[in-house]
């Protein structure tokens, strides 16, 4: 069988997971071909890298040259791990070159974006993939089961909290993510994941989109309150850096190191700016409620200046209510630290039925990053073409888009203060793409 031949653009912190996925486990069936980035640091780090692990040399490619480098190589795949505002140019010229696409979340972070790439992929009849990983931890996984299992009858509302904490958390508000052009905001960049969740579990879309947000915490003015009277823009250069609990010290951690600091004077990004600089104008704190097409609802908040890091989540159904916490260590970029675990004393699983006594349900053992999802995902995308995926957690254009709408409508719905209808977005789109999955 010939293997499948995949490229990769964008070579930041996320994009090792994939390459060393092709060139390691799953090197049996794919072939990584060449890399591509807008950064000639990474470019060469990357490419190193490979060769240090792997013994295996891969073409570069600047992200000038990328139709280029499509042309010449003509690979099967696209592996798209650039920053966020880039995915749907990256997506589309690869999907208009005859390629399918993995991509990772989110799909994109406007509107406009999405109803390209959808229209590009109508046209050109090529793959969309979305590298969902939270549906594949064990314990999302378990939820889909207890609800599809019928335990709480038919879910009529959710009540969904996530908290992001002051390292993790924080993390946001120092790097690109920090602007909403370049990310859609923690509504579209971070909630993606959560709204994508939702469509999965109760196999529905989001219909309209009440939102409000700000910025609370990540202000000057909280940097005052805290005592840090003589920031700079960045941490490497803060006279603040022995008493600010925000300091990320990048110099200090040889793999930040070698893939931010000595990549600067190639971009000029600096990946440790001051979490509390004017220039950050993504909210921090977020209600959402969305009324979905299969008459759920659903109250959602995400606040990013938490003490820990996880969600609260509760399904009311005809029959009972099923409450899930989990307590998340996640991949801290920022720090380099390992990969998450769940916290097995922090998370739970309960059953309450309208009639009888409550009873907790075991949550089902993980480990690994992103609580185990990270690996099942890759197995996924790139493992034998015989696996066999009962639950639909292979995410398509489709679940991409889905989980999009709900953020990028209420970052629509916070700016002009009224309900949010999803078919506004995409019109007509809309209608077409999704017509087989309304429920
Ligand atoms: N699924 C997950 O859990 C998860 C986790 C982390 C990141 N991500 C996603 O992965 C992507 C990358 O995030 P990251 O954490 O690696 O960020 P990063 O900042 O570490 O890397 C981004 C890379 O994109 C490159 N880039 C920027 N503009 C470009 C352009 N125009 N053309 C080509 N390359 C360009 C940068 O030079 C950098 O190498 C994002 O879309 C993010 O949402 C997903």
Redesign the pocket.
Known sequence: MRKKTYVQ???????ELFRDALLGPFSRWCELVAL????RG?LNLSRQRALNQFHKEIDTWH?DQFDDMLLSIRPDYVIV????S??DDYICRALEKGCHVIT???LTIDSERCRKILETQRRTGKTVKV?F?YRYSPVRTQIKQLLEQDMIGRVLSIDFHWMLDTIHGADYFR??HRQKKNSGGLLV?KAT?HFDLINWWIDSLPESVLASGRKRFYTPAMAGELGLTSRTDRCMTCPEASVCAFFLDLKRNSNLNA?YAECEHY?G?Y?DACVFDNLVDIEDCMNVIVNYRNGVKMSYSLNAFMPWEGYIIAFNGTKGRLEHKLRETV?I?ADGKIPAETEKDGSWIWFYPHSGKESEIPVRESSGG?GGGDDLMLHHLFGSPVETDPLGRAADHIAGAGSILTGIAANRSIKERRVIEVEELIAGLLKGFFKKRQS
Do not use: F, Q
């Open positions: 653009v964008g070579l930041g912190g996320r994009h591509c980035d807008i950064n990474r992200a791990t650039s920053i966020d880039t995915h990772e979340k989110p590298a990983n790097r690109w960049h994941h893939m971009d990004y990946r991949y970029n992103h």
